[in-house]
């Protein structure tokens, strides 16, 4: 029996071009946390957020995909704030280290920072803390930008 083609992998849509607007929408945003317009410029982004009982793990901690989630979207909107337009990126790899756990009721802050953009990879890094300055969690990840418009055919 002939094998079918896989679909194509889906790619992300252009993001909204004013980023806080944008930001008031998706997982992040469902989990509780937001981006701080404040504390945030381009190449740098301020995720903020309370700890409540739905964060916490069976260990009555903070499960380490909530330090993840606002991570990844520091770091991300860094990237995105860095964007051309017709430009679009999505995380391609990311670590996290877990340094001390999170209790409810903390109010945790990530900043994300792109530590350099090329033409198709960003890198970037970020640090979760609490609000007494100390360091919960910090991260590395990349991203990769491609254009939404199709590629030119090559020349030939």
């Not at 252009?14 to 981006?35: K, S």
């Not at 877990?98 to 198709?120: I, K, Q, S």
Request: glycine letters at 12%.
């Amino acid at each position: 029996m002939p094998r079918r083609a896989a679909p194509p992998d889906p790619r992300p849509v252009a993001p909204t071009p004013d980023l806080f607007v944008a930001a008031r929408r998706g997982f992040h945003h469902e989990v509780g946390f937001g981006i701080d317009a404040g504390r945030s410029r381009r190449g740098v982004v301020t995720v903020t957020g309370r700890v409540e009982p739905r964060h916490l793990n069976i260990n009555g901690v903070v499960h380490g995909g909530v330090y993840a989630t606002i991570l990844d979207t520091a770091m991300g909107a860094a990237v995105v704030s860095l964007l051309n337009a017709g430009e679009t990126t999505a995380t391609t790899s990311l670590y996290v280290e877990f340094l001390r756990a999170a209790r409810e009721g903390e109010t945790l802050t990530a900043r994300g920072e792109v530590l350099r953009r090329g033409r198709h990879i960003a890198f970037a890094e970020g640090n979760l803390t609490g609000s007494d300055g100390r360091r919960f969690s910090q991260a590395r990840g990349t991203w990769y930008i491609w254009s939404t418009e199709p590629a030119a055919a090559p020349a030939r």
